[in-house]
């Protein structure tokens, strides 16, 4: 159980275009999803809490209206990175905490690799 | 931003040999969880442990925490090739948000 789905896995784009992202849990449901980044050999950074019915909370530095966020459902989050650029290449990978635990774990999905040309 | 520091930032041993991997933070914190890399993969969730616990265990796995010193330690007992990966340690607050460590890329030579 607790399984996080990503979808595309990879995904290459040109400049100037808009790239979508799916993050799904598939067997449970999840209030809270959060975005984070990851640069090659680097660590994760949080991007962004999406919450489920309500605008997402977007971490210091991150612009909101680039990287947008729709948490439609308790079970779907999606991340639209606008008119991308270059430097907006790195490994997109999505988490969702489930809705009916405090055990504080949340499952991570296998990531979506978005390479802008 | 980060909170955790990771030390070593690599580390190579031998299978069969323990790995130790250390993790500081700065803050306060209400929980602490390691978790697995492989290379271009997602997280894979390892262990949690709660500010009030000392040590957690979880197979091979070892995991202390002491909130004094804001560090936590994760040991890999007998490693296997299969170990190899990147580990991150990532402090939580108690609202789901977690803030990783830079990691440490951990290497089994058969």
């Known amino acids: 159980g607790a399984v996080v789905s990503q979808h595309p896995s990879w995904v290459i784009c040109k400049s100037g275009t808009s790239v979508k992202i799916e993050c799904r849990s598939l067997?449970?449901?999840?209030?809270?999803m959060f975005w984070y980044r990851q640069f090659p050999k680097q660590s994760l950074m949080l991007m962004a809490t999406s919450n489920e019915g309500s605008k997402a909370t977007y971490e210091q530095g991150v612009e909101k209206d680039k990287f947008l966020i729709n948490h439609a459902s308790l079970t779907l989050s999606t991340l639209t990175v606008t008119s991308a650029h270059p430097e907006d290449s790195s490994f997109y990978i999505c988490s969702a905490a489930p809705l009916d635990t405090n055990s504080y774990e949340q499952y991570f999905g296998p990531g979506t690799r978005l390479t802008v040309t | 931003s980060q909170q955790g520091e990771e030390d070593p930032q690599a580390l190579s041993i031998q299978e069969g040999e323990n790995a130790t991997m250390n993790c500081s933070y700065k803050t306060s914190i209400n929980n602490l969880q390691w978790y697995r890399q492989n290379s271009g993969r997602g997280l894979v969730h390892l262990i949690l442990?709660?500010?009030?616990?000392r040590e957690k265990h979880s197979g091979r796995l070892r995991v202390t925490l002491d909130t004094s010193k804001k560090s936590s330690s994760l040991l890999i007992t007998a490693s296997r090739a299969a170990d190899t990966a990147s580990y991150f340690c990532a402090t939580g607050l108690g609202d789901y948000k977690l803030s990783f460590g830079a990691g440490t890329t951990v290497t089994v030579r058969a």
């Open positions: 067997d449970f449901q999840a209030t809270t």
């Open positions: 442990i709660r500010s009030n616990e």
